[in-house]
């Protein structure tokens, strides 16, 4: 069974940093691209980034260019989002998802998410 | 403000058919497949149909979808209350060098 498990959500201040892991399990880590989707409170899904298979390719919405990070572990099967400069926008539930593919290929698994609140 | 338009409500009586369209540009949809996502209530998105017109297995064929040109449409047949929640179209943007969602569509079943 394909598992998504994100972590390391929580309250953080303006201008502070924050680390998001996603532990995956039940598929071959490496064969997939993986992804970060948000959602903020009562509002719509965002793209946030994206990383090919072995990390050649990285995408990243303009919204956190220069200030997230998007990484991978394949022999941990682990995603990761390091979020430097956080602002009150970023507050959302952050969701770990896969795709077969990195640009135009939808996400065919979501994990529960984990919820940044970034707030003084 | 995404590039991709959706109508914010529709809505149908059980058993009825109901349409939701997702306006793009040629920068995406025209360009690209697009994807649809179903969040139900308090829960993560989950995807209905990808490729445009595909279906993930387990996903109803009450659900479809089809595109043209700039726009894209999802379609749910027999409406059933179970299917009360949002729906987003999703798709690559070769301008944006992202990907985009749709602003969202909440479907309730009167």
């Known amino acids: 069974e394909v598992q998504l498990v994100e972590s390391g959500g929580g309250l953080v201040k303006p201008g502070g940093s924050l680390r998001l892991s996603c532990a995956a399990s039940g598929f071959p880590f490496s064969g997939y691209c993986m992804n970060w989707v948000r959602q903020a409170p009562g509002k719509g899904l965002e793209w946030v980034s994206s990383?090919?298979?072995?990390?050649?390719?990285?995408y990243n919405s303009d919204s956190v260019k220069g200030r997230f990070t998007i990484s991978r572990d394949n022999a941990k099967n682990s995603l990761y989002l390091q979020m430097n400069g956080l602002r009150a926008e970023d507050t959302a539930l952050y969701y770990c998802t896969r795709s077969s593919g990195i640009g135009n290929y939808s996400s065919d698994y979501w994990g529960q998410g984990t919820l940044v609140t970034v707030s003084s | 403000q995404s590039v991709l338009t959706q109508p914010p409500s529709a809505s149908g009586t059980p058993g009825q058919r109901v349409t939701i369209s997702c306006s793009g540009s040629s920068s995406n949809i025209e360009s690209n497949t697009v994807s649809w996502y179903q969040q139900l209530p308090k829960t993560a998105p989950k995807l209905l149909i990808y490729s445009s017109d595909e279906r993930p297995s387990g996903v109803p064929d009450r659900f479809s979808g089809s595109k043209s040109g700039t726009s894209a449409s999802l379609a749910i047949s027999g409406l059933q209350s179970e299917d009360e929640g949002d729906y987003y179209c999703?798709?690559?943007?070769?301008?944006?060098?992202?990907?985009?969602f749709g602003t969202g569509t909440t479907v309730t079943v009167l």
């Open positions: 990383i090919s298979f072995t990390s050649k390719y990285i």
């Open positions: 999703a798709v690559w943007d070769d301008s944006l060098k992202g990907y985009v």
